[in-house]
């Protein structure tokens, strides 16, 4: 994450990734809502586990390192991945480990990634999950392709392009905005963690983990947060 116009204090105040443990789920949501005593009565009153998601400085035990530390001291609303640095480029390396914490802290049927600029309907989000309980396998999200691109100066480069065959074109993949996976393909996850690699995008790293499994894939209309339907439980902003 990089803070321009706000400081980090201010910028964590307006935007909050979550867990949300909402019956059997764990979701990592965008969520503008206060710290402290108020976390803590959502976990005991409805279970619900709040969350901030960041690496750490490229600059390790610089000020914004401890501005998190100080932070999350008086509010324990962090995650802090150590060993990974927050950048845009790290954005799947990040997710990876988000999954693996995760399944290793919460006990859930799902564990769902969302963007930090989507905003979610967590009852409808629930619901939605809820219809799903009975597929041990699965993989829930608005799925989409896309072009590979080999330039190495395109905003999108792919180093590994050439993976992908001579159309250039992406598996089928869940839109990084939102997606849900089942506990068993976040324990898969957990456990071949030093074997899954990722590509150059998080929500393709992310498909390719299940694309040689017995996985069901869902596309799920109301995940596409950017067609501004009226059925969608999230909207991008």
Known sequence: MVVKSLSLKDHLEDIRKVFDVLDKAVVNIEV????????????????????????????????????????????????VLDGKV??????????????????????????????????VNIDALGATLSTHLDKP???????????????????????????????????RHASGEIYAISRALAQFISINRSILRTYAHDDVSTGSWFIGLAAKFINEGNFCCSSWSPGALCAAV
């Open 137 to 171: 396998r699965v993989y829930i999200g608005c799925m989409k392709s896309g072009e590979v691109f080999s330039e190495p100066n395109h905003k999108w480069y792919e180093p590994d392009w050439w993976k992908f065959g001579d159309g250039k074109s992406y598996f």
């Open 86 to 119: 927050e950048a845009t480029e790290e954005a799947p390396k990040k997710t990876k480990l988000f999954f693996i914490n995760a399944v290793e802290n919460w006990n859930a049927e799902f564990y769902v990634k969302i963007n930090d600029d989507v905003f």
């Open 32 to 79: 503008t809502i206060c710290a402290g005593a108020a976390l803590k009565k959502l976990e005991d009153e409805k279970g619900i586990v709040v969350r901030f998601v960041i690496g750490r400085s490229a600059n390790h035990g610089d000020s914004l390192d401890r501005e998190i530390d100080s932070e999350n001291r008086q509010t324990n609303d962090f995650i």
